[in-house]
């Protein structure tokens, strides 16, 4: 999802990978949900934009009659405008973001896709030296391997977007190279679908991105990201890696072990050192062994939670989605689809005090007691934070949707 403002990869939240499945969010996690797409309404300002944005794309090089086609029937979607306004303020931690990365639906949908897609996907990395593990974690933060694509006329997003303002000239660039993809050929305007900020396909690409890096994997003269077919959609995202830098056979990072009376100044991005020096320093894998290669070391938490390696392929990865939480739940998913551990070292308490497990206890007593939280992940998204109000409410307790110790102990 490579575009505009991060805010929705930060806050743990992809177009439409991630955003439907936080907290005990909209239905069970991994299953394709029916979507509705948004309904155009009638609008005389945007009509008189629409008119006047004609001419422009014609002075870009659209063909006359992709612009009276796509353009011809783009409506106003308010919807629109209303996600973009209204995107979630609470920022989400490391902890939350990589257990709804790596959520057991997630590792084991990821797991039979590997299986399902293993022989194309041993191509697409023969040809651009990304590894297949890699590349499906990236469809499965996108969309959740494919199975969330977006329903939404990009279009339309997009001209609504443009018409708002607020962002007017970046959407109205991504609604004229929207129109060059269509002249292509690669996909009708009507076929042309996606998120509500205009992130299309199996891995989101926005449309400026899609000129740039969509590649035509299995041949049949169209750049086609939008089909059940994942096939030119992940063969896209390698190329996007591949031209960034990536390089074959060396790790994103991943989570290592720092010695007692480990100097903090030493964390950081930036502060990179090679893996011989981590190793002389007595830093290791979380697993044990040496570090697998040089880079930065960062703890969220300081030098008593987890801390991650984070290399040259890291750095890559923030290239396709520019937040560290991102780059970090990529690398991390990436492994667990290889059978590997979740992370090792203990998160503690939150800023509320409750640990994982106390959030987990707190989902399923709320839920035993008829306030329904969607599951019980330990992650506080809108679904949880909706049961805590009502069980508020109905206890005659100050209503804050916010978790805390005292909750969980009256609960119990």
């Not at 990529?330 to 667990?336: I, N, P």
Request: contains cysteine; aromatic residues 8%; neutral net charge.
């Amino acid at each position: 999802m490579q575009f505009l403002s991060r805010r929705a990869a930060v806050l743990g939240l992809t177009a439409v990978g991630l955003s439907a499945c936080v907290g005990g969010g909209r239905g069970p996690v991994g299953v394709a949900q029916a979507e509705a797409a948004p309904r155009p309404v009638p609008n005389a300002g945007f009509d008189a934009w629409v008119a006047g944005y004609r001419t422009r794309a014609a002075a870009r090089g659209v063909p006359g009659d992709v612009i009276d086609e796509a353009m011809g029937f783009a409506g106003y979607l308010p919807e629109v405008i209303e996600k973009d306004r209204n995107q979630t303020e609470f920022t989400r931690t490391l902890e939350d973001y990589l257990a709804i990365a790596a959520k057991p639906e997630r590792v084991s949908l990821g797991q039979q896709k590997l299986r399902q897609y293993g022989g194309v996907l041993g191509q697409i990395a023969a040809r651009y030296g990304v590894e297949a593990h890699v590349v499906a974690a990236v469809w499965g933060l996108e969309s959740f391997f494919g199975t969330r694509r977006g329903v939404v006329p990009v279009v339309s997003a997009l001209a609504t977007l443009a018409y708002d303002g607020r962002r007017g000239a970046f959407f109205e660039s991504q609604l004229t190279a929207a129109l060059k993809i269509i002249a292509n050929g690669d996909v009708s305007a009507r076929g042309m679908t996606g998120s509500w900020a205009g992130a299309m396909g199996h891995t989101q690409f926005i449309p400026t991105s899609y000129l740039a890096f969509a590649v035509d994997f299995t041949g049949d003269g169209r750049r086609d990201i939008w089909s059940e077919d994942p096939t030119d959609a992940l063969a896209s995202t390698a190329a996007y890696l591949a031209r960034s830098g990536w390089q074959h056979g060396l790790p994103w990072g991943g989570e290592v072990r720092l010695p007692a009376g480990f100097n903090p100044a030493l964390l950081g991005r930036g502060k990179g050192k090679s893996a011989t020096e981590w190793s002389d320093l007595g830093v290791g894998a979380a697993g044990g062994g040496a570090v697998p290669a040089g880079g930065s070391i960062i703890a969220p938490k300081g030098v008593g939670g987890p801390a991650f390696l984070l290399t040259q392929n890291f750095n890559v990865i923030l290239r396709y989605n520019n937040a560290e939480s991102y780059a970090i739940g990529v690398g991390h998913l990436s492994d667990r689809l290889l059978g590997r551990p979740a992370v090792q070292a203990d998160w503690g308490p939150d800023a509320s005090g409750l640990t994982m497990a106390d959030r987990q206890e707190l989902q399923r007593a709320l839920t035993a007691a008829g306030y329904d939280t969607g599951g019980s992940d330990g992650v506080m998204g809108a679904k949880t934070r909706a049961a805590i109000i009502a069980y508020q409410q109905a206890s005659g307790l100050a209503v804050t949707g916010e978790p805390s110790l005292e909750l969980l102990r009256r609960l119990r």
